[in-house]
């Protein structure tokens, strides 16, 4: 039987590198423009004194580990492209490790089980970028402006009635973008009683991304303010803090707790007044300190960032802020 022909150029152009370490739960944190740092999780790595040699770069889709044990079993050499990681991880051939890719990501099927002992797990299929954008949305719908978002606002988030054809007929459609600024989806907020209250597309895994992140990472601001829902980070907004990010929900998952790990170094829990965002402070904290400085922002019960004027809010998160930096004298 013929060997399977694998075509790496287009692999290689389908599955980054952040993909790859986010399936072997790689966690690193800036510490540049475009470089991430943190322990090497390669098996050739032995080095007791560096727990720091693993750097990654997401814009060149490439990574390196400056240790002399992986330097060593490497044969000198000091990094590669999502292959070679793949293929040290995995102590298989490079062809092997890009057929690997191409099952898992590419064709989404479960992997051979011929190249390890066990069966890696399938990679967990990302939100792809959406090929359109939808138009003669009105961003001075009474709803909009019932929710305290002028027009100029609505615009910049993108947020207004949608009347045209689709799931999202009727409602205020919300753009939701990944990290990298690309548009992964649309959710649909409804504007009265009807149910569900918001509606997202079949497939979108809401707990891959944060919303409005892609700008919280532009604000340069390395502390990001975590919120519930959407209309929580506009009103943050309003208040002068750009630093802000939705979890879309009251549960902080796997993949958001290494996003933020990744592009910030202190993160403000602000979630729900309510039971379940008092539970959901907990676990997020838990979840989070072990990676960055946490601070929770503690709001009276019943309540959430969306109902609070912007004094409050600049008071509350002035108090925190200040408490951060008497930490870090």
Known sequence: MAAKWVDFK???AKVSIE??????????????ADEFRGKCPLPTHSSTQSNDSFSVSFTRN???????????????????NVFDFVAEMERCSIRQAALLLQYSLVDNQMPPSTFTNEKPAPYTQENRPLSFTLSNIDHRHPYVLSRGLSEEIAR???VGYYGGNGFLHGRVVIPIHNQHGELVAYSG???????????????????????????????????????????????????GHHNVAALMGSNLSERQTNLVGTYFDQAILMLDGDEAGKAAT??????????IAVQI????????????ASNEINRLLGSLSHDLSSQDR
């Open 189 to 239: 907020r409804a504007i009265d009683q009807t149910e569900p209250k918001y509606r997202l597309p079949a497939g979108f895994h809401k707990s891959h991304v944060l919303f409005n992140l892609h700008r919280a990472i532009r604000s340069g601001d390395r502390s990001l303010i975590l919120v519930e829902g959407f209309f929580d980070t506009f009103k943050i907004h309003l208040a």
């Open 282 to 291: 907990i676990s997020a904290a838990d979840a989070l300190s072990s990676l």
């Open 62 to 80: 490439a990574w390196c580990c400056q240790s002399a044990s992986c330097i060593g079993a490497r044969s000198g050499r000091v990094g590669g």
């Open 19 to 32: 993909t790859v370490l986010s399936h072997y739960d790689v966690r690193l944190r800036r510490v540049g």
């Open 10 to 12: 287009s692999i290689k």
């Open 156 to 158: 910049y988030f993108g």
């Open 297 to 308: 922002a503690e709001l009276a019960s019943g309540s959430q960032p969306d109902q609070l």
